[in-house]
C-alpha cells in the first residue's frame, strides 16, 4: 500500500578463499556475526547465551559445525560480559535416552570427538544430562502441528539469546540439513521419534530407537517437515542470529558423514565439496539464512561432477518427500513454506555482499529472487 515501508531482512555474506588461514576465517565470522546482531545491541553483561551447533554426531566439519565458528562467537560474547553455553543433544544413532537412561554414548562425548571440544574454556550442555523429566518441558502453540505439544530443552527458558550455528549438508530425509533441522537437537528422544514416524524410512529410524521404550504409534498427521520447523516458535523470541560457515559442504546424503552408521563407518558416504570461494553468511532472519543456505548448497550440487551425485540420484528415486537441488526452486522447500506460513520470517531478503566472486554473487541472486 501507499507509504507503507516494506521491511527487508538484511543477511551479510563474506567470500573466503579455500586457503584461507584460520586467522583470517576468525576474522571474517566475526565481522559477519557482529553485523548480523546489529554489534550485539541486544547483548546485557550478565546475559546468558545458548550456542546451538549441529552435533548430530561425533564426526568433524562439514558434518557438525565448523569449530572455528563456536571458538569465535564465544570469544566475542564473553569479551562482552556474556554467560556463554554451548549446547546440544545428538542424533539417536549415537545418543539415545528414554524415562530409563541412556542406551548409547553421550553429546558430550560427540561434542569432543567431532572437534568441537578442544578447547577447555567452552561450557558445554548436553541436554540429555539434565534429566528425562528435569531437563525438558512441554512447548504448546496453538498454530503448531504438534497437537500434544513437544518436549524441549529447558535451556531454551534460561538463556536470554540462542544463536543457531548450523553447517551446510544435504540429508537422506529431509532433503537438506541447515538451520530449521538444527533445531531438532532440542527436542528430548520421545518428541523426536514423533515427528520421525511421520516421514520416510521409518523401519531405519526404528532399528536406531533399538532398545529404548517409546510410543511408535504413528500419528497419521502426515506432518513430517511441518513439527521440524515448527520447533522455531520455541525459540522465535530468543533467536537473535542464525550464522553459516560455508568452506566446505556435504551435497549428497547425510546429516552424517554417512547416511547409515554402520559400526565405525557406514553406507552410502556424503559427498564433500570444498569450493574455491566459501562463505560465511548470516542474519537475524532464519528464512533468510535458509534461503541463501539452500541457494549455496545448490549451486555447489550443480557443480558437482555427475558420477558423484548418481547414487544419490537413484536413493532419490526411493524417497519421494524430497527433490534434487538443481530442479527445484529454494522457495518451494518445505522448510520454507512452512516458515513463512507460521511467520518464523518474511521472506524478503536484503543481501549484503563482501568479496563475493561475480559469477557467484550472480548465482546467489538468481535463486534468492522469489519467482512468484
Not at 66 to 72: G, K
Not at 190 to 210: E, Y
Amino acid at each position: 500500500m501507499c507509504g507503507m515501508s516494506v521491511i527487508m531482512s538484511d543477511i551479510f555474506i563474506d567470500g573466503i578463499e579455500a586457503n584461507a588461514s584460520s586467522h583470517e576465517l576468525s576474522g571474517k565470522i566475526k565481522d559477519v556475526f557482529l553485523k548480523a546482531s546489529d554489534n550485539l545491541s541486544w547483548l546485557s553483561p550478565g546475559d546468558t547465551v545458548l550456542l546451538k551447533p549441529a552435533l548430530n554426531s561425533f564426526y568433524p566439519y562439514p558434518a557438525t559445525t565448523h569449530p572455528q565458528s563456536i571458538l569465535t562467537i564465544a570469544e566475542i560474547l564473553a569479551q562482552k560480559g556474556a554467560n556463554v553455553f554451548v549446547g546440544d543433544q545428538s542424533g539417536i544413532e549415537h545418543v539415545l535416552v528414554d524415562k530409563f537412561g541412556s542406551h548409547k554414548k553421550s553429546s558430550k562425548w560427540c561434542f569432543k570427538k567431532s572437534g568441537m571440544g578442544k578447547e577447555n574454556n567452552l561450557k558445554f550442555i548436553g541436554f540429555e544430562e539434565e534429566g528425562w523429566k528435569d531437563g525438558y518441558f512441554n512447548y504448546k502453540n496453538s498454530s503448531s502441528t504438534w497437537k500434544n505439544g513437544f518436549y524441549v530443552t529447558k535451556w531454551v527458558q534460561k538463556a536470554d539469546h540462542i544463536i543457531n550455528l548450523p553447517r551446510l549438508s544435504t540429508h537422506a530425509l529431509t532433503g537438506v540439513s541447515l538451520g530449521f533441522k538444527n533445531m531438532v537437537g532440542l527436542l528430548r528422544d520421545d518428541s523426536r521419534m514423533n515427528f520421525h514416524l511421520n516421514g520416510t524410512l521409518v523401519p531405519i529410524i526404528k532399528s536406531f530407537a533399538k532398545g529404548a521404550k517409546f510410543d511408535l504409534s504413528h500419528d497419521h498427521s502426515h506432518t513430517f517437515f511441518e513439527k521440524i520447523t515448527d520447533i522455531g516458535m520455541a525459540i522465535k523470541d530468543k533467536l537473535r542470529v542464525t550464522l553459516f560457515t560455508g568452506t566446505q559442504a556435504q551435497v549428497t546424503f547425510g546429516p552424517d558423514k554417512h547416511a547409515i552408521p554402520i559400526r565405525k563407518t557406514g553406507m552410502f558416504s556424503a559427498h564433500v565439496v570444498t569450493p574455491d570461494t566459501g562463505i560465511i553468511f548470516a542474519g537475524s532472519d532464519p528464512v533468510a539464512t535458509e534461503v541463501l543456505a539452500i541457494a549455496f548448497l545448490s549451486i555447489l550440487y550443480s557443480e558437482t561432477p555427475i558420477l558423484k551425485k548418481q547414487i544419490w540420484k537413484t536413493f532419490l528415486l526411493s524417497n519421494r518427500s524430497i527433490k534434487d537441488l538443481s530442479k527445484s526452486d529454494v522457495w518451494d522447500n518445505p522448510f520454507i513454506k512452512r516458515a513463512l506460513h507460521t511467520g518464523l520470517g518474511n521472506g524478503l531478503i536484503n543481501p549484503h555482499y563482501t568479496a563475493i566472486p561475480g559469477k557467484l554473487k550472480h548465482q546467489l541472486n538468481d535463486l534468492i529472487q522469489r519467482k512468484k
